[in-house]
Every structure is written in C-alpha cells, then in structure tokens.
C-alpha cells in the first residue's frame, strides 16, 4: 500500500512535468498510464525505466517535502480520467487523475474497496490484488492496482500499479490493531 504517512511521504516522488523535450513523443508519455494499470507487468525493473524516463523530462520541483513534482504539458488520461501527473511513490508507479473518482475508476479497473484507511490517511480507498502469475516477487510481497482519494492531495485520485513489501503489509496491520 502507498501510505500517506509515515511510509507514504518519505517514499513520494509526485511527478508533474512542465517541459517534455520533443524526442519524448506523446505516445512514450501515455506509457505512464499504463504503468499506472500494471502495464508492462511491474517488476522493480520496469518501475524504474519509468523512473528514469521521467526523470529525463526536466528537474523534479522538490518544495513540496519529500514530493518531487513534474507536471507534462499533455493529458494523458484515458477511459474518461484526466492527468498530466505522473508519481512514483517508493517502489509504485502512478498518476493522480483530475477530480475525486476512486468510485469510477474502482468501477472501470474492477477494484474492491480497501479495508484499511492506510493509517487515517486514506479517506477512500479501493485496490486488485494481481494474479499471482504477475506477482514478480510473490516472496518479497504483493503488486496490486489502487486507486486512493485522501486529504493529502485533494482535488486529485491516485492510481498506481504498487508494491508492498510483506514487512510494510505486517506492520500497517500492526499500527491498525490488526485489522
């Protein structure tokens, strides 16, 4: 789980890009996206081809804590969801969509209501386990799709394709009381 808190924040990098350079074509950027959806299947590998690529655009805005933010000067939503943001939060790739719609987008990408509020962080929260064929690592943990609104980034829904250790999954449960 991307946590909002004490293991979500140290992790953020939001990215929003203010400059793509022109030999980033547009269709490279809409990758992003996909990322978001698990798509190539995630591994540590491919989070951080995506890192890179980003990173590539321009310099990240670092004002905002431990955020570092590129805004790209495109939409690159897709099934009716805007952004132009692209975030990498710890080992997860993402893009915070335009608006509060973890409702629509649970729906869309058959996502299940989260039992944890991550800490209170979370004020709605749905996520998909993968498969275990696209587990990369099934030992060190578990890759799902989620989509989270919370009063951290308002006005904007997160939808990422996220690794979590089994070591964060113990502890959130630990600091929840284990629920």
Known sequence: MILFSRVFLPALAVLAVSGVPAAFASEDVAAFYDGALCNPPYTMQS???FYDAAEKLVKPDTSLL?????????DIGR????????????????????????????????????KSSILGTSTKGYARVLPDAEQPTAEMGIVS??????????????????????ADL??????????
């Open 66 to 74: 431990t955020a570092y933010v590129y805004k790209l000067p495109s």
């Open 79 to 114: 099934d009716g969801f805007k952004t132009n943001e692209v975030i990498f939060a710890g080992s997860s790739v993402g893009v915070l969509i335009e608006g509060a719609r973890a409702d629509e987008l649970a729906a869309r990408y058959q996502l299940e209501r989260e």
């Open 170 to 179: 113990e502890a959130l449960k630990n600091l929840e009381g284990g629920n």
């Open 47 to 49: 989070a951080t081809e």
């Open 145 to 166: 799709i989620v989509a989270r609104e919370s009063e951290a980034i308002p006005g904007k829904t997160l939808l990422a394709c996220e690794f979590v250790s089994h």
